[in-house]
């Protein structure tokens, strides 16, 4: 059977989010299974995630009640899939025993950090990781119900990883030597394995996750290791939409795109993928589907190398919110050498991601967007780097707007196709859209720009009918070269 290459299929967490999701989620698997090997990669239950969060700050402020209402949740939302999803007695004891197991665990651990009163990140990880361990086990005891083989494989043995808590990075060739080693005889015995998304170790087996959203990367360092046939992502919405769905109505599917593509559109905010899933796969042309768990006859998106053949121009509009724009500036900064080299060096050492940078030498000043929760250990290590040039006024000042958005225009094949930046202006103009900067990169895959951020919905709707990428007909002719009825 293993000479077949193997299938990867993720769910979310939407689609597993509770039994019903569940079941439907091991339809779709026992489906495939059906047809040739899989391996399955699970996300926590919707919100899982957030509340370990919660808990774990909670904690380190040396608040216990949270752990305590985690626990509660915890045990109310494993438990009563359980019921739901498996009927066989000893089954269902065996099921809840390890449940309550992981429960008891993570409790300790946001206990003993409420004594502490310290949260490391590596005690972070290792309560993070709570969500997709319980799960990976509910998914595959469901598939077990349903007459199938399969078990719950923790990608702590799998997913080998550098010691970056919090956002580890694979390593792809001790990767593929464990995962072969552990999955290839499961597959051979015609078993499903269900992996736990979001997490990895270290050589030394020091547990790491791959940050948050991070699962949808697990499918495809799995897909990556396995040489996999396809990674199919299944989530919530059809596919990869020409906008995020909550910011526009009538956003369309896109039927096939290319991996530069999808990652510039998870780059710029489309959460629909981690920014780092094409990683593993591009190079290999392994090819990348999302599809909608919920109504799993729809087509999905494909994602391959060459994504559509034919179509042209703008794909899809991104929003990135929760960011900040920092400026280091004043009238000294133009003759003065290094500013650049000095403030990006300062930035690295904050760890903090840089999102976009834009320099105007008229008004004297560089800005670039950080994730907010980066803002304050970013502007304490400017203020550190400056403090001489602040002192003698070389650098006025060191200012921070969190107010602020970055929307983006992304297409492969913009690329030589005049005016596009002109019709984003034009058309954020005419709808009073103030823009704060403006970047492009030199692969123009996008042009990205930063507003107000109660502009945001606005930008992002406007150009989105500016470029023609609604579902309905429209009197634009589509620039993606896509039928509606094709994508819808
Ligand atoms: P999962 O739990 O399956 O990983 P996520 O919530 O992480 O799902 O991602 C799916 C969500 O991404 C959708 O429900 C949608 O709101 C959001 N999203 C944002 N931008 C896009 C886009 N361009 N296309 C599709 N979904 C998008
Ligand atoms: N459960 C993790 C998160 O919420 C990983 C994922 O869902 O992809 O971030
Ligand atoms: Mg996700």
């Given at each position: 059977m293993t000479k077949e290459r193997v299938r990867v299929m993720k769910f979310g967490g939407t689609s597993v989010g509770d039994a019903a999701c569940i079941r439907r989620a091991a339809e779709i698997i026992a489906a495939a299974a059906a047809e040739g090997p899989v391996v399955a990669v699970v996300s926590a239950m919707s919100g899982v995630t957030n509340r370990l969060i919660e808990a774990a700050q909670a904690s380190s402020t040396g608040n216990r009640r949270l752990a305590a209402e985690l626990a509660e949740r915890l045990r109310e939302q494993h438990q009563t899939a359980i019921e739901a999803l498996v009927s066989d007695a000893d089954r269902r004891t065996e099921?809840?025993?390890?449940?309550?197991?992981?429960?008891?665990?993570?409790?300790?651990?946001?206990?003993?950090?409420?004594?502490?009163?310290?949260?490391t990140p590596r005690v972070l990880d290792e309560i993070l990781s709570t969500g997709e361990r319980l799960s990976a086990r509910l998914l595959a005891n469901t598939?077990?119900?349903?007459?199938?083989?399969?078990?719950a494989v923790e990608a702590t043995e799998l997913i080998v990883t550098d010691n970056v808590s919090g956002r580890a990075e694979p390593l792809m060739e001790q990767t593929?030597?464990?995962?072969?080693?552990?999955?290839?005889?499961?597959?051979?015995?015609?078993?499903?394995?269900?992996?736990?998304?979001?997490?990895?170790a270290t050589a030394e087996g020091m547990l790491t996750t791959l940050g948050r959203g991070g699962s949808d990367y697990s499918a495809t360092i799995l897909g990556g290791a396995l040489d996999?046939?396809?990674v199919i992502i299944w989530t919530d919405v059809?596919?990869?939409?020409?906008?995020?769905?909550?910011?526009?109505?009538?956003?369309?599917?896109?039927?096939?795109?290319?991996?530069?593509?999808?990652?510039?559109?998870?780059?710029?905010?489309?959460?629909?993928?981690?920014p780092k899933t094409l990683r593993p796969v591009s190079e290999a042309g392994i090819p990348v589907w999302i599809r909608n768990s919920f109504a799993p006859e729809r087509h999905g998106t494909k994602i391959t190398a060459t994504g559509h053949p034919t179509a042209r121009g703008v794909k899809a509009i991104t929003a990135i919110g929760n960011v900040s724009l920092i400026t280091v500036g004043g009238r000294g900064i133009v003759g003065l050498p290094g500013v650049a080299g000095k403030t990006f060096t300062a930035v690295a050492?904050?760890?903090?991601?840089?999102?976009?940078?834009?320099?105007?030498?008229?008004?004297?000043?560089?800005?670039f967007v950080i994730n907010s929760d980066d803002e304050a250990r970013t502007v304490e290590k400017l203020r550190q780097a400056f403090a001489i040039d602040l002192a003698h006024k070389a650098i006025e000042h060191i200012t921070v707007n969190p107010e602020i958005a970055i929307v983006a225009v992304v297409g492969e094949r913009m690329r030589g196709l005049l005016g596009i930046a002109g019709r984003t202006f034009s058309a954020l103009g005419r709808r009073g859209v103030n823009?704060?900067?403006?970047?492009?990169?030199?692969?123009?895959?996008?042009?990205?720009?930063?507003?107000?951020?109660?502009?945001?919905?606005?930008?992002?709707?406007?150009?989105?009918?500016?470029?023609?990428?609604?579902?309905?007909?429209?009197?634009?002719?589509?620039?993606?070269?896509e039928s509606a009825m094709a994508t819808v």
């Open positions: 099921l809840s025993g390890e449940t309550e197991k992981i429960i008891e665990h993570v409790t300790g651990l946001c206990y003993g950090t409420a004594l502490l009163r310290e949260l598939l077990c119900e349903m007459g199938l083989k399969s078990r593929k030597v464990k995962a072969a080693a552990r999955l290839l005889p499961l597959l051979e015995e015609d078993s499903v394995p269900v992996v736990t998304g979001f997490i990895g996999a046939a396809e059809d596919g990869v939409l020409t906008a995020d769905p909550r910011l526009v109505a009538d956003a369309r599917t896109l039927r096939e795109i290319s991996y530069n593509e999808a990652a510039e559109l998870a780059y710029f905010g489309a959460k629909v993928l981690h050492s904050a760890d903090a991601n840089i999102l976009l940078i834009s320099q105007s030498s008229s008004q004297n000043d560089i800005c823009i704060i900067a403006i970047a492009q990169g030199s692969s123009e895959y996008n042009v990205s720009f930063v507003v107000e951020a109660g502009m945001m919905r606005e930008a992002v709707q406007s150009l989105h009918s500016e470029f023609g990428l609604q579902r309905r007909a429209s009197r634009f002719e589509s620039v993606t070269g």
